[in-house]
Antibody, heavy 122, light 107 residues
């Protein structure tokens, strides 16, 4: 059974840092593209970042570029999101999602975690 | 970034109604358009990918169409479990983007 479990969320002050983790089971993280998506309270989905299957390529939304870093640890079958210089507007539930990426089909997210809440406030 | 605009932002419908949600891209995205359903407090669920392909396990009352800049999601006969928020997502560019969402409520 495919499972994704996020952790690492919590309350952090503006300007602070946090690292989110996404432990996966039922598949090998190194075989898939992986994504982070966030959702502010009562708002819509916002794509944050993705990493390709071999870790050689990453992409970020403009709103987090230069502040967030996506990475993976294949040995631990875990995806990470390092978040620095956090702002109030980064407050959201952060979801990790498995990506299916193929020529002619683009990207799609077929499995999602339950999300972890990040609150940026003084 | 490619902007995705959904309409309407919300709608009220009855069980058995045919419902159509539209999604417009700010530039051509070919057919690289996905649709998701999200219920309160839950993670999104993939319904449709590359505009019209039905994800495994999704009921056939859901269908998608479109290409270029204009896309639509249709629910042929709305069921009680379909009341939720629906999002489109483009994967044409390296920076993916979602539409703002359409909330389908009970009339």
């Amino acid at each position: 059974e495919v499972q994704l479990v996020e952790s690492g969320g919590g309350l952090v002050q503006p300007g602070g840092s946090l690292r989110l983790s996404c432990a996966v089971s039922g598949f090998t993280v190194s075989s898939y593209w992986m994504h982070w998506v966030r959702q502010a309270p009562g708002k819509g989905l916002v794509w944050v970042s993705r990493i390709n299957s071999d870790g050689s390529s990453t992409s970020y939304a403009d709103s987090v570029k230069g502040r967030f870093t996506i990475s993976r640890d294949n040995a631990k079958n875990t995806l990470y999101l390092q978040m620095n210089s956090l702002r109030a507007e980064d407050t959201a539930v952060y979801y990790c999602a498995r990506g299916l990426h193929s020529y002619g089909f683009g990207d799609r997210n077929d499995y999602w975690g339950q999300g972890t809440l990040v609150t940026v406030s003084s | 970034d490619i902007q995705m605009t959904q309409s309407p932002s919300s709608l009220s419908a009855s069980v058995g109604d045919r419902v159509t949600i539209t999604c417009r891209a700010s530039q051509s995205i070919s057919g690289y358009l996905n649709w998701y359903q999200q219920k309160p407090g839950k993670a999104p669920k993939l319904l449709i990918y590359v505009a019209s392909s039905l994800q495994s396990g999704v009921p056939s009352r859901f269908s998608g169409s479109g290409s270029g800049t204009d896309f639509s999601l249709t629910i042929s006969s709305l069921q009680p479990e379909d009341f939720a928020t629906y999002y489109c997502q483009q994967s044409y560019s390296n920076s993916l983007t979602f539409g703002g969402g359409t909330k389908v409520e009970i009339k």
